[in-house]
């Protein structure tokens, strides 16, 4: 009897190990993230000229997965990029050799180092990495102008012009109103030289 005891412990010690969620016979399922190209890239802003990361999505075993879900998010302040020139966020799928390229970078106009946050996602796998930029200035180009109001200074004189015809008109209705033009040279709106 107790023979038969030691061979239903044993048995049953079988079956734990070897299931999934309680054994070691598991192979490891999970996606790993490596970055091929564009770690340590330097942007330059003048040009608009990046270098656009290529990422291969692997399973535990090294082998590329194709269809895989890749997630890039660059910093929304300070030194950055965009994708397509709109975006901070680019999500794409992996192709046949489980790589993707993003693509449609385009440097913001702050130097300086950031980090591009990646993600890939496969059958309720995922992993994350980051990978590490640089936007600068090629020696001899003249540094970016700083982003300023000028457009906003443009949107409020037209507006001031428009609301001085029509008060004009409005305060003499049978006064003849002639088409007025404004128009601003150059406004430049940084700071102190």
Same mark, same amino acid.
């Given at each position: 009897m107790a023979h038969r005891n030691f061979q239903s412990l044993a048995v049953l010690l079988s079956i734990l190990l070897l299931t999934p969620q309680f054994g070691l016979a598991q192979e490891e399922?999970?996606?790993r993230i490596k970055v091929l190209a564009g770690e340590a890239g330097i942007n330059n802003i003048n040009? /608009?000229?990046v270098v656009e990361p290529m990422i291969e999505i692997q399973d535990a075993n090294g082998k590329p997965i194709p269809k895989a879900t890749v997630t890039l998010r660059?910093?929304?302040t300070g030194p950055s990029v965009t994708f397509f020139g709109?975006?901070?966020v680019s999500t794409l799928t992996t192709d046949d050799q489980g790589r993707v390229r993003a693509a449609g970078m385009l440097p913001n106009s702050e130097e300086g180092t950031f980090n591009i946050e990646v993600e890939a996602a496969? /059958?309720?796998m995922t992993a994350a990495t980051t990978i590490t930029q640089t936007n600068a200035v090629a020696p001899g180009d003249p540094k970016p102008k700083k982003k300023g109001v000028g457009w906003?200074?443009?949107a409020v004189i037209g507006a001031g012009a428009a609301a001085g015809i029509v008060a004009a008109a409005r305060r003499d209705e049978t006064a003849t109103v002639s088409p007025t033009s404004v128009g601003v040279a150059s406004v430049n709106v940084g700071g102190p030289r």
């Open positions: 399922s999970a996606i040009q /608009n000229v660059s910093p929304a709109a975006s901070r496969y /059958n309720n906003r200074l443009l």
